[in-house]
């Protein structure tokens, strides 16, 4: 090592604690610069290593520290540029060689683009950095931050996106993967964890205690994590993972003091996950240890960290022998989903954030991939199709992003985290696995992560091992037409009711109300088609914006159009051809069965079914499946938004009846069927039922749950959220009182989630009104914040008032919120369906769009929303005279004969 690294080292080691730090030089003498034009660092400088101390108190805002970046000059430089966020710098300085320049002047740029001045050029060759700073823990669920809990303060840690900036001087881009040195000091009372294993311990000034961690491999900045504070540690061997080689790796659960035992079923689960992914790879998790950390309050689900991965402390914290299954699932997946990271993101990493969807969508595509291998009962397979559905409309909106969408800005980047980027790359993805074959696209994936391990790939590093593993020539163009277009194809077909011809066409899909899209190129769809008589399978590549496509003489028909949705894309049919399908429904498994209905949903959306189609056409359904029901509920239920309050009356009480006879068959209790998608059923018809049969028994039931609920006695907790909301929705101030009072003594996560949903459920305007001023008061987490400021937004008895209470407190709520998250506020008043509230929703947000309130990556939303309330507008104007009749006619029949 070289002296002057060596004398840094030991200066750090040393002080334990830095020393008072001098008054900055020159911090902001300089004026302001014009940071670099695109928004990112200059290839000039190339950071190599890092060496950092933080000196950090969970119990305080201020914290300082020190950081030594190793750096390649690539040419001759007299600036160097990097990123850093509300930092004072109180000394810089550059050393190259035996040659140093010290009280360096900085100057900033933007909101955290930072210069260091250099008096003269220096040459090219490999210099170090020297910064010492001081900043502040004041971002809400950003950087690294603090959380009370109870009378405890800690310290966690976000730094996706562009959180490590905040943390830490640094060159804050996917690309520079290096290692990190890292020494905190703490308060001796405190435990420590980062990502990488403990090396030492030893005391510092002031009590406090200096810990060294071993040195990482090559990370990027944004997977650094830090977890600091009085957290439990649970850790059994006989559930680390054990491996046929006799290999072992450690696994621990990281909590909150006193929590740490609700963890038990998270951790004792993480090996067979692990395995199963480990099997996959062909390759062991790379990493020297792994911890999983519940976190009290985390604006994400989770986050990847490798060695220390992050969660929100309701998916880790739970009992799978009485907490709904829907909490183990979540788990199961947000958990094979992280794991999947430490492969797709971690050891491979994206060399920019346009290839994001390399990291989510594959992430999202293999933990339902995995965790159908780990609980093949869940049937996740089939249930992912719900995401693919609700992302189709998310596509057909004119700001649409493309997958691989150029990043040009902060707003760009922010934006990148959205069902685009997972959901849609996840369908896409699974698209491809089923075209080039399983096994050959699983030999692709091995030999990219072998090929770019520790370093970064972009998408074509991918898709170009996938194709040569298939050996199936246009494999990379076809996947290209769907990651370099925003929409999904919508390929209208005849003559499928018999064998074919079929004649195809496709064309961008687009729901009614929707303002004309471009036609983008023509997707290369890898299509295939059933026959439901004889069984075959009948796939083709379509290529062309018109085609006919012709099938073996065997085949009898009818066909079935992409079985099971596994391509990206919606078919539209024609009314014989659907009649045809139905006729055949025994034919079809469950899988196909609800990707057909999913189909016919996106009918109605574009205005291709009427309300008494939608209507006759759940009445012909047979499958007595709950998957199957389940969709038949929400092709029903999709008409809701036809309905305002002259025909309110008329279809509660439909639904009301609808839902009468299954509730009443199944009940409030147990009923012995433990699968995810019949409670699910069970929840939406009880509900029903109970509010709009007439049913006084059944609403009876639901009040006397939730208020055993309240009172702290053990219910059936997949039904406590439904009793809940029909208790609350008419309940008093005292009601409010006692449930305040139950929710801010709750400890177990479920308990205090589902009396949040509660005090989320009010509906009496007054105290709907002290629900949404609870969310400003100061008293919830901030991840908790949105639940009861979302919960009023789509309820027509108090939606008004809400949209007022926001227009009000918006600058408010803002800095309450986690960061970024008031982007999505635009949709608060979608479900108005008027023009007013289109128009309110631009002239309110409008200021946000530039300056210094500026809520990054917004005018996409905007748009969007104000699409979404048009769609609305136009299917009421098409359809709701239809509806109304309906139900008029319905209402009449269902009367007694005098």
Aim: hydrophobic share 40%; with cysteine.
């Amino acid at each position: 090592m070289s002296i002057y690294r060596f004398l840094f080292l030991a200066m750090i080691s040393a002080c334990a604690s830095p020393p008072t730090p001098p008054q900055p030089t020159q911090t902001g003498s300089q004026p302001s610069l014009q940071a670099p034009s695109d928004d990112r660092i200059s290839k000039t400088v190339v950071p190599l290593a890092y060496d950092l101390l933080l000196d950090i108190d969970p119990s305080q805002e201020a914290y300082g520290g020190q950081v030594k970046i190793s750096l390649r000059l690539t040419e001759p430089t007299k600036e160097i540029w990097l990123h850093s966020l509300k930092h004072t710098i109180q000394v810089a300085s550059l050393h190259q060689g035996s040659k140093k320049w010290a009280s360096l002047k900085t100057a900033r740029a933007g909101k955290d683009w930072l210069s260091i001045q250099l008096p003269e050029v220096v040459p090219a060759g490999n210099a170090s950095l020297s910064l010492r700073f001081s900043g502040r823990f004041i971002n809400p669920l950003f950087g690294i931050y603090r959380v009370k809990e109870g009378d405890d303060w800690y310290l966690f840690s976000q730094l996706e996106a562009l959180g490590a900036r905040e943390a830490f001087p640094s060159f804050d881009e996917p690309g520079f993967k290096t290692p990190f040195h890292v020494r905190i000091v703490a308060p001796k009372d405190v435990k420590v964890f980062f990502n990488t294993p403990k090396l030492e311990e030893k005391p510092g000034r002031a009590g406090k205690i200096l810990h060294r961690f071993a040195e990482t491999k090559p990370l990027p900045t944004y997977l650094l994590a830090f977890a600091v504070g009085p957290i439990d540690v649970l850790h059994r061997p006989e559930w680390d993972l054990k491996r046929a080689d006799g290999s072992t790796l450690p696994i621990r659960l990281l909590a909150a003091k006193g929590k740490a035992h609700r963890g038990k079923t998270a951790l004792r689960e993480t090996a067979k996950i692990l395995a199963l992914e480990e099997e996959y790879f062909g390759s062991a998790y790379p990493y020297a240890k792994l911890d999983i950390v519940a976190v009290p309050d985390f604006a994400a689900g989770a986050m990847e960290n490798p060695g220390l991965i992050t969660y929100r402390e309701q998916l880790l914290l739970f009992d799978e022998k009485v907490d709904p299954i829907g909490r183990y699932k979540s788990y199961a997946n947000v958990h094979a989903h992280e794991l999947a990271h430490i492969w797709f993101g971690d050891l491979v990493t994206m060399a920019w954030w346009d290839d994001l969807w390399l990291n989510e969508a594959f992430a999202t595509w293999f933990a339902y991939k995995m965790v159908d291998q780990y609980r093949p009962d869940w049937q996740v397979l089939t249930d992912r199709l719900g995401g693919f559905n609700w992302v189709k409309e998310s596509d057909s909106t004119t700001t649409s992003r493309r997958i691989r969408e150029p990043i040009k800005t902060r707003g760009d980047i922010e934006n990148a985290f959205d069902g685009i980027t997972y959901t849609k790359g996840h369908a896409v993805l699974s698209m491809f696995e089923q075209y080039v074959g399983e096994a050959a696209f699983r030999t692709g994936v091995r030999r990219y992560l072998k090929k770019h391990a520790w370093g970064n790939a972009t998408f074509a590093d991918l898709l170009t091992e996938i194709e040569a593993a298939a050996d199936k020539p246009g494999v990379k163009a076809a996947f290209e037409t769907f990651i370099f277009q925003p929409g999904v194809p919508n390929v209208a077909m005849s003559g499928g009711e018999r064998c074919g011809p079929v004649t195809v066409r496709q064309v961008r899909w687009q729901p009614l109300g929707s303002p004309p899209l471009p036609q983008e190129q023509p997707w290369h769809i890898p299509m295939c088609f059933k026959d439901l008589q004889g069984g075959e399978v009948h796939c083709r590549l379509l290529t062309k914006p018109k085609d006919t496509l012709t099938f073996p003489e065997s085949c009898e028909g009818p066909l079935l159009p992409n079985p099971g949705g596994a391509a990206y894309m919606i078919p539209s049919l024609g009314g014989a051809w659907v009649s045809a399908l139905l006729s055949k429904q025994s034919s079809m498994n469950e899988l196909e069965y609800v990707a057909l209905l999913y189909d016919l949903r996106k009918a109605y959306s574009a205005g291709n079914l009427s309300p008494e189609q939608v209507l006759e056409l759940a009445q012909t359904i047979t499958n007595s499946s709950d998957r199957v029901q389940q969709q038949v509920l929400g092709l029903i239920g999709d008409l809701g938004g036809l309905v305002d309050d002259k025909i309110r009356p008329r279809w509660q009480a439909m639904l009301g009846q609808l839902g009468l006879v299954h509730a009443k068959e199944h009940g409030w209790g147990d009923d012995g069927i433990d699968d995810p998608a019949h409670w699910q059923i069970r929840r939406r018809t009880l509900s029903w039922a109970s509010r709009w049969s007439g049913d006084a028994n059944l609403k009876a039931q639901a009040v006397q749950m939730a208020e055993s609920l309240i009172e702290g006695q053990e219910i059936e907790r997949e039904l406590a959220g439904t009793a809940l909301s029909i208790l609350v929705e008419d309940g008093d101030a005292a009601l409010f009182d006692k449930l305040l009072k139950a929710f801010k003594e709750a400890e177990d996560p479920w308990r205090r989630s589902t009396l949040l949903q509660g005090l989320a459920g009010f509906r009496r305007s007054e105290i709907s009104l002290r629900s949404l001023n609870l969310a400003l008061s100061g008293e919830l987490r901030a991840n908790e914040i949105g639940r009861l400021v979302w919960g009023p937004s789509g309820d027509y008895r108090v939606r008004n008032q809400a949209w007022t209470w926001l227009k009000k407190n918006l600058t408010q709520l803002r800095e309450k919120l986690p960061r970024n998250s008031g982007r999505y506020l635009p949709y608060y008043p979608s479900s108005h369906c008027t023009a007013k509230a289109k128009q309110e929703l631009n002239e309110l947000f409008q200021p946000y769009l530039e300056g210094p309130q500026a809520m990054e990556g917004l005018s996409r939303h905007i748009s969007a929303a104000g699409e979404r309330i048009d769609r609305c507008l136009a299917m009421r104007t098409r359809h709701q005279a239809a509806l109304a009749k309906t139900l008029t006619q319905g209402a009449e029949r269902a009367q007694p004969t005098p």
